[in-house]
T-cell receptor, first 112, second 114 residues
Framework: GQQLNQSPQSMFIQEGEDVSMNCTSSSIFNTWLWYKQDPGEGPVLLIA?????ELTSNGRLTAQFGITRKDSFLNISASIPSDVGIYFC????????????FGTGTSLTVIP | GAVVSQHPSWVICKSGTSVKIECRSLDFQATTMFWYRQFPKQSLMLMATSNEGSKATYEQGVEKDKFLINHASLTLSTLTVTSAHPEDSSFYICSAIHYYNEQFFGPGTRLTVL
């Protein structure tokens, strides 16, 4: 299947710090989605991106659709303890159906 | 956002029995739903694509006779794990495609096979 490289794999940060993570691929995507998953629950959609260069915010979260269409970035500003969880990117390839491919996830730990 | 529900949230069954998991889109119609499996601390693994009114498309390595999928209506897809064994124990998550091509997930079902 399609590989999405997500990094970093895990992060340990102090409360109040900013966080950055990204997903890259060798293929071109026409949609990028970012999700957060808490233990024992399903992923929750955070941000959806549809156009190259698009920059979208959701509260303290900001995500960007890379210009090359092969990557996407998620930033979290002024982290708080409830930001703890696993963040996944998901991309949909150009000219395919509705199937999304998922990144390997970034585990975020926020230290109070 | 759109709401997707799953039932049951968790299930414990004996080896050899079959288990049915339901996935419902509560406030929208979904012609396409997906079934994923997730192991601890790992990403989601797509098992199959469920299309309303047609046969499901299974990913390579997923046994279609083992994991029966039925998408009988625009709001309901079911996954039946037949003759379950301990190695089938996992977290099963469904998702549904919303009108704007966004994918929304259910809360997941934890299956434990004894």
């Amino acid at each position: 299947g399609q590989q999405l490289n997500q990094s970093p794999q895990s992060m340990f940060i102090q409360e109040g710090e900013d966080v950055s993570m990204n997903c890259t691929s060798s293929s071109i995507f026409n949609t990028w989605l970012w999700y957060k998953q808490d233990p024992g629950e399903g992923p929750v959609l955070l941000i959806a991106l549809y156009k190259a260069g698009e920059l979208t915010s959701n509260g303290r979260l900001t995500a960007q659709f890379g210009i090359t269409r092969k990557d996407s970035f998620l930033n979290i500003s002024a982290s708080i303890p409830s930001d703890v969880g696993i963040y996944f990117c998901a991309g949909r390839l150009e000219n395919t159906g509705n199937q999304f491919y998922f990144g390997t996830g970034t585990s975020l730990t926020v230290i109070p | 956002g759109a709401v997707v529900s799953q039932h049951p949230s968790w299930v414990i069954c004996k080896s050899g029995t079959s288990v049915k998991i339901e996935c419902r889109s509560l406030d929208f119609q979904a012609t396409t739903m997906f079934w994923y499996r997730q192991f601890p601390k790992q990403s989601l693994m797509l098992m199959a694509t469920s299309n309303e009114g047609s046969k499901a498309t299974y990913e390579q390595g997923v046994e279609k006779d083992k994991f029966l999928i039925n998408h009988a209506s625009l709001t309901l897809s079911t996954l039946t794990v037949t003759s379950a064994h301990p190695e089938d124990s996992s977290f099963y998550i469904c998702s549904a495609i919303h009108y704007y091509n966004e994918q929304f997930f259910g809360p997941g079902t934890r299956l434990t096979v004894l």
